[in-house]
């Protein structure tokens, strides 16, 4: 006997610890489901954390209204299956109602206008801890983030007056209207998720795995043609052909893009993560594309 | 495949972020994107070369300024090893960053500038590692390009810091003279130093021992959550979340629970994947117990002839993270294990100079970046070990009471005398 644990026992065994920490010391978490694999591999853990009582705190997806079927279906089921709550917080009545604008030039995407969904949905159900599926190794401004990340009671970060985080000792106090981000998963990288993915044989929506789709091309990203998505008539170049694909990462349909794979299950997945030599926001998430600092930016103003 | 959790120290001067974003590169986890986007930023600012050190700088203010603010966490992996890098920076709020980012290591990597050797900050970064009680010590003198690969200098600032680590206590040393520019001797043997007969930084970091390093003697288990379904399934269920926090915990064995001095034996541990036959650190399991008794969390389970101190009063050395200062007489709330407690300051012994190891008893109090020894008296008992036994059960962290803040890193020297 060796006492080792494997990287993913360890990797499962601090998520475990994080979670039952903020349901022992916190009133009202609640945890943020896109359907995506990150937030999939989340809801997994808090099963294990909670286990053997359900999960105790209900769900939350920031809905852009531009979904992918199948991520839609798959969440519908996962919720079903569990039996927590879900909460849905709408972009599209939020535009309704005049809260937030639309971006309408082209490249505009719903992206932005998640932040006030997200906060406003925070405020509504006074949570005061709301897990995510967020890793450091996704992109440079998440590496700095703490895994018990402070939020003011207007939902910014800052990054640079964060609270020291140290040993496993976790820190969650905070006064009423402020509350905290926690991500489990920080100490994770895509390929962790994959081979946990694997080990514990999740379901995921099937636009995962290779399939095949019409899709164009615009500014070197696959895009998916359907109802929120189409090629402009001004830029030729945007020709619809039928090609292999799947996602890596599942967002909002009008600003991520697929890419060209065969790789049909989560064993042919590990083998492409593991020699990609494209990061997995560079190849498929246009939002990060427009500057260095977009998701530093975005997170300050309180986006996951 | 196991999992390696290591601290860099070093500035910027010292090619801290180049070594790290060297390591990234040749192992291949650096993408051709975030390459290119380093290349283009490194050709806008005038560089003469792409500047790896710009992998690692995230937030804005940083890659504007050209510094590491803040801890950063990078993750590399080789076929043997999964590895966790806190990056952290030399200049800006040192002893707080390098004290935060030791708090979880197996393993830290100081870097040295060949030309400059052993400077203040080496000790500093060196005597940080020790007082953090981190098992592995790896000294990397960088830049040996730039001194003509010379064995001589290389064999100078190992004795000269050799004769300095006489007075830390650090159980393994280890000295890799590398160019992280050129990526001599961090991934493969480099050829320009035929007189090394050690291994590369990336092979040691691959083969470094550390399965010894856990206390698996003392059963250490606090009591994270009292796990109670009210459904019909589980009705009578009744177990102890938490995480193995030191030593082997076996189902039978004979336990008792602190404070309140119980007595009884594991009758199961379980987690959501089934039953096991024991738990050792850090598994995060399900104890269940024979008998029913009144336990909640902050509670420690342990062994009845291997008990934690229990009690109110602690001797600790630490490390003061504040801009105000921390002075006899002040109030603070204190997390240990699972446990909260308000604390009182009643005495501050010394400060320790980081840079020379003298302790100053004259000071009347810490400042932002003081490390001191302290003596607090808490509102309830804390079950704890000595930090050097077990540095889950000997750390704590203070905060500030009004702002909510961390405000101190702590480590338990003892009960004072």
């Not at chain 2, 180049?18 to 380093?38: C, P």
């Not at chain 2, 590491?68 to 040192?94: C, E, L, M, S, W």
Request: proline share 4%; net charge negative.
């Amino acid at each position: 006997m060796t006492y080792q644990l494997t990287h993913l026992d360890a990797l499962e065994s601090e998520a475990v610890h994080i979670i039952r920490e903020v349901v022992a010391e916190f009133e009202r978490p609640g945890l943020l489901f896109s359907g995506g694999k990150d937030s999939a591999v989340l809801l997994h853990l808090a099963t294990k954390a909670c286990w053997p009582q359900a999960v105790p705190f209900p769900v939350l997806h920031v809905d852009t209204g531009h979904n992918f079927p199948e991520v839609l279906a798959f969440r519908d089921r996962r919720v079903a299956e569990l039996g927590v709550r879900l909460l849905v917080a709408s972009v599209q009545e939020a535009i309704d109602r005049g809260e937030v604008t639309e971006d309408r030039s082209p490249g505009g995407t719903r992206n932005r206008l998640q932040t006030h969904s997200l906060l406003r949905a925070i405020e509504e159900h006074r949570f005061d801890a709301v897990f995510g599926g967020g890793r450091r190794d996704e992109e440079k401004a998440r590496a700095k983030e703490r895994v018990f990340s402070f939020r003011d009671e207007f939902g910014q970060w800052d990054p640079r007056g964060q609270r020291p985080e140290l040993w496993s000792l976790y820190n969650g106090r905070h006064h009423a209207g402020e509350h905290f981000r926690v991500f489990p998963l920080s100490n994770w990288t895509e390929l962790d998720v994959w081979q946990y993915i694997e080990r514990e044989r999740l379901d995921l929506p099937s636009i995962y795995y290779a399939h095949q789709r019409h899709v164009f091309r615009r500014d070197g990203m696959l895009l998916a043609v359907g109802p929120h998505s189409q090629p402009r008539e001004e830029a030729p170049d945007e020709e619809v052909f039928v090609t292999t694909v799947r996602y890596r990462t599942v967002g909002d349909a009008t600003c991520t893009a697929a890419i060209e794979s065969m790789a049909s299950t989560p064993i042919e997945v590990i083998a492409e993560t593991a020699v990609a030599r494209v990061s997995e926001r560079g190849a498929t998430r246009a939002d990060d594309r427009f500057s260095e600092a977009s998701m530093e930016d975005r997170k300050r103003e309180g986006y996951f | 495949m196991e999992l390696l959790r290591l601290a860099t120290a070093g500035s910027v001067d010292d090619g801290k972020s180049t070594l790290i974003g060297r390591l990234l590169y040749d192992s291949k986890q650096v993408y051709e994107d975030q390459l290119e986007s380093v290349e283009r930023t490194s050709m806008a600012r005038g560089d003469a070369y792409v500047d790896l050190a710009l992998l690692t700088d995230g937030l804005r203010a940083e890659r504007e300024q050209g510094i590491t603010i803040d801890v950063a966490y990078r993750y590399f992996a080789t076929p043997r090893r999964k590895f966790i890098v806190a990056d952290t920076p030399g200049h800006t709020q040192h002893t707080r960053n390098m004290v935060t980012g030791c708090s979880t290591a197996d393993l830290v990597v100081v870097l040295v500038d060949a030309r400059n050797g052993i400077t203040e900050q080496t000790r500093r970064h060196a005597f940080i590692a020790s007082l953090l009680r981190i098992p592995h010590l790896v000294i990397c003198v960088n830049k040996m390009d730039l001194v003509g690969y010379s064995q001589k200098r290389f064999d100078e600032i190992r004795q000269e810091f050799e004769g300095f680590a006489t007075r830390l206590e650090i159980a393994d040393m280890t000295f890799v003279p590398i160019s992280a520019l050129n990526g001599d001797n961090v991934v493969d043997r480099s050829g320009e130093m035929p007189w090394y007969q050690g291994t590369s930084l990336l092979h040691h970091l691959e083969d470094v021992h550390i399965a010894s390093d856990r206390n698996l003697i003392d059963l250490r288990f606090p009591v994270q959550r009292v796990v109670r379904p009210r459904s019909e399934e589980h009705h009578d269920y009744r177990g102890y979340a938490g995480q193995v926090a030191g030593g082997v915990l076996e189902v039978g064995d004979d336990i008792v629970v602190l404070p309140s001095g119980f007595t009884t034996t594991v009758s199961a541990i379980e987690t959501a994947d089934g039953p096991l036959a024991e738990a050792f650190p850090p598994m995060s399991v399900i104890v269940r117990l024979a008998d029913e008794l009144d336990i909640s969390r902050g509670d420690m389970i342990c062994h009845p002839r291997n008990r934690p101190t229990i009690g109110q009063d602690i001797s600790a050395m630490v490390c003061w993270m504040a801009d105000g200062p921390l002075a006899v007489g002040a109030k603070l709330a204190v997390k240990h294990t699972t446990r909260w407690a308000r604390a009182l300051v009643r005495e501050i012994h010394y400060r320790l100079d980081v840079n020379t190891l003298h302790s100053d008893p004259t000071v009347e109090e810490l400042r932002l970046n003081d490390i001191g020894r302290i003596d607090l008296r808490t509102t309830s008992p804390l079950f704890y070990d000595e930090y050097r036994r077990n540095r889950m059960t000997g750390s704590f962290i203070l905060v500030d009471e009004a702002t909510d803040a961390t405000v101190a890193a702590g480590m338990i020297l003892h009960a004072p005398s």
